[in-house]
């Protein structure tokens, strides 16, 4: 409700552009996790184009863009297969989600982190980001992210690997 109510108060052009850096953010997310699965290059493309949008963004606004940023790059060191600088970046956006209080985003970031950790068979450390995606998530309120993290516990636990 507050957010509708904010979002009234924006000019049309300004509310596009917000909306046009988050569309930047969640399509990134998609199409370096699509990359990783498929290895077309077109959605390796996108998701660093996403990035460099994201990186630019974050010299502007530290503050709303610097976790996604951070998370965006995290996904494309695990696609290039370098786990230990996705490993300590996935942190870092949790961190910087945590610090500015999105904690929608940081419920995505620990979320991501704990599938990279599944995936690269952590699977104590991933079961602990799960969880704490579960939390962040009931927090803010989305129970139906609570559902389906819920549901890929249960596929983790009836499977011996997962790609997502």
């Known amino acids: 409700v507050e957010v509708v109510k904010l979002s009234e108060k924006l000019p049309p052009s300004q509310m596009k552009r917000a909306l046009e ?11 370096i996790c699509l990359a990783r699965q498929t290895h077309d290059p077109k959605w390796r493309i996108m998701g660093e184009e996403a990035a460099a949008r994201l ?10 863009f ?21 490993d300590s970046a996935y942190k870092a956006s949790i961190k910087s989600a945590h610090k500015h209080r999105f904690i929608h985003e940081e419920a995505l970031a620990y979320e991501l982190y704990g599938i990279f950790c599944y995936e690269n068979c952590l699977d104590d450390k991933g079961l602990t980001q799960l969880l704490l995606a579960i939390d962040r998530y009931k927090q803010w309120g989305a129970m139906k992210k609570v559902a389906e ?3 890929l516990l249960e596929l983790v636990d009836s499977a011996d690997e997962i790609y997502i």
């Open 55 to 64: 990186s630019r963004l974050e010299s502007v606004s530290s503050w709303n």
């Open 21 to 31: 850096y988050i569309l930047f953010f969640y399509q990134g997310i998609a199409a």
């Open 149 to 151: 993290v819920r549901f």
């Open 66 to 86: 610097e976790n996604k940023s951070i998370l965006l790059q995290a996904e494309l060191h695990y696609a290039d297969g370098d786990l230990g600088l996705a």
